[in-house]
């Protein structure tokens, strides 16, 4: 009986140390959904801004998974693609680190990005390299995004 009951009693005890984590996790603030309003990208010394202001693109952050959604705002823009990818992320400190596991364009998929990231009130900075050497890629990338309203 003896056996049982501390059988019990840990089992309990994981779950409840188990659901905290989770439970902590799900209060970050960076949990939310995220409107782009601002990119630059900075490829050996030179920097330049490659926000359009003809796409509307979001990030959803949840737990443990992250989505990003790019599309042009205008119906008749249609030399302006969709775009989309995703995967799980994790966050340690500032330090925000995405696997990218789905995208539009294969190369890029089960590669990591880490940026750093930082909110201040309902704005997100992230600001990291992104690194591809099959492609050639090699830049710093900085974006701002605004916290997206419940309506």
């Not at 979001?58 to 119906?75: D, G, Y």
């Not at 500032?94 to 364009?105: A, G, I, Q």
Request: hydrophobic share 40%; with cysteine.
């Amino acid at each position: 009986m003896k056996l049982t009951t501390s059988i019990i009693l840990g089992g309990l005890l994981c779950s409840t140390m188990f659901a905290c984590k989770v439970k902590e996790k799900e209060s970050l603030p960076i949990i939310g959904t995220w409107e782009l309003v601002s990119a630059e990208t900075i490829e050996k010394d030179t920097s330049f801004s490659t926000f359009n202001s003809k796409v509307k693109m979001i990030k959803i952050i949840n737990p443990s998974h992250f989505a990003f959604l790019s599309h042009p705002i205008a119906k008749q823009d249609s030399a302006i693609t969709f775009i989309a990818g995703g995967g799980e992320y994790t966050l340690v400190d500032s330090v925000y680190t995405e696997n990218l596991e789905y995208f539009v364009d294969k190369n890029w998929e089960n590669n990591k990005f880490s940026f750093v990231v930082k909110i201040q009130n309902d704005t997100l900075m992230q600001k990291g390299v992104e690194k591809l050497e099959k492609l050639g890629i090699d830049r710093i990338i900085v974006e701002k995004y605004i916290r997206v309203k419940i309506k």
